[in-house]
Structures are given as C-alpha cells and as structure tokens.
C-alpha cells in the first residue's frame, strides 16, 4: 500500500471525487487549489483532497474510497497519513459532511468531534437535494481533529 500526491490531472479521478461531493462544479471550486492524494493498493482505492484554510487549518474536502474496498481501512489510513504528513505544519484538521448516520460515525471514530454547523449549507449550494442512507441532507456538520 503506498500514497501518493497527484500534482497534475486530478480530474481523472473525478468519479471516485463525485462519490463524495456529487456536482462536479462543487468540485472544481477546490480541487485545483488543494493538494490531493490517492492510496494505491494494488491500483487505487481511496483518495482525499485538502486545502490550507489558514489560521493553521487543513480541510479535507474530499474523501472517497472505491466501493467494493469500502470498510476495509483505506480512508482511515489516508486520515492517518495526513495527521503524520502535516502535523507541525497546522494544528487542526478538520472536516465538513453532511449530518449522516454514516460519515459522522466515521469521522468520530477517527478522532474528530463536531465544531460547528453551517446552515442550509447543501441546500443553498447544491442544484438538486443530496441525499445520504435515506438522509436528507441539509446543515454542513464540521468536525476537526488536533494534529
């Protein structure tokens, strides 16, 4: 298993980013000023993208793992790989996800608790209602972790 940064063609993992973020220009409004990752075990499981937010912030904008590999570790170990790769560069690591039975458990169980919520994020940003495990998603729940 290895991780590597993606420098240049970023959209050619645009089906795995619309996993996670489903309006591609949703997508384009940070992947070219992020950095992005991907977990290669045997060809590419998971990827990530992030940005520097400033004030010592890294946001993970992205994350998405192959559904067949989901479940088996690859977005934790990508979290793991970033918490090592910028600890001392920023001091927190944080994450905005809809309010989903299914992410937030994830995320907690990585070490992150919630922050803040903003409002009507998905339904003011989004052309068509997002829905996750049956959930209409409505609030950006952020949670963040200390690095």
């Known amino acids: 298993m290895r991780i590597v940064e993606v420098t240049e063609n970023k959209k050619q993992y645009l089906d795995l980013l ?8 949703m997508v384009d409004r940070y992947l070219y000023k992020s950095k992005m990752y991907v977990l290669d075990d045997d060809g590419v499981k ?21 559904p067949p590999f989901q479940r088996k ?22 994450v905005g996800t809809g309010d989903s039975p299914l992410t937030i458990p994830f ?16 339904t003011d940003h989004y052309d068509h209602p997002i829905y996750e495990c049956g959930v209409h998603l409505v609030d950006m729940v952020y949670l963040q972790r200390p690095l």
């Open 18 to 25: 619309l996993l996670a973020d489903e309006q591609e220009d």
């Open 46 to 66: 998971c990827e990530c993208v992030v940005t520097d937010e400033g004030t010592g912030i890294l946001e993970i904008k992205n994350i998405a793992t192959v």
């Open 73 to 94: 570790g690859y977005a934790k170990a990508l979290i793991e790989f970033l918490v090592e790769k910028y600890r001392g560069q920023f001091s927190i690591l944080q």
């Open 107 to 122: 995320y907690e169980k990585c070490g992150f608790v919630r922050s803040y919520i903003v409002p009507n994020f998905f």
